[in-house]
């Protein structure tokens, strides 16, 4: 299926792109680092979540486009609620992947001031 290799291609760039991204999370503390690493788990099963409704979305279509089914009713009213998941749970990672990057701003603002060079004072001779 196309859209699931797709989203998994997405998903997959995703988080190896935050990892790198707060990979410099250590160097601020353990407690930073740890928390950053927390989020970045728990985005990963948000995705992997979204893939499996993805499929299940998918599957239910499938059997809604048999040719030659008696009764679409059960098989459309699936195929609805699955939707209406995958919709929801796209949302879901949306807002807290759109969370990340906000924190990821933040977080490279307050690295740029730590990192800001010392002035050195010239000493009176």
Excluded: H
């Excluded at 291609?9 to 927390?38: I, M």
């Excluded at 788990?41 to 008696?70: H, Y």
Aim: hydrophobic share 35%; with cysteine.
């Amino acid at each position: 299926m196309k859209l699931r290799n797709y989203s998994l291609a997405c998903c997959t760039l995703l988080l190896l792109g935050t990892t790198t991204f707060l990979g410099g999370c250590a160097t601020t503390g353990v407690d930073r680092s740890v928390k950053a690493s927390n989020s970045i788990q728990n985005e990963d099963q948000e995705i992997r979540k979204l893939i499996v409704q993805i499929d299940l979305t998918g599957s239910s279509l499938d059997t809604l486009m048999v040719a030659n089914a008696p009764d679409l009713k059960k098989p459309f009213d699936a195929y609805t609620k699955n939707l209406a998941k995958l919709d929801g749970e796209g949302k879901r990672t949306i807002k807290r992947m759109d969370e990340m990057k906000e924190r990821n701003k933040d977080y490279f603002a307050e690295w740029e001031k730590q990192g800001e060079p010392i002035p050195i004072r010239k000493s009176a001779r």
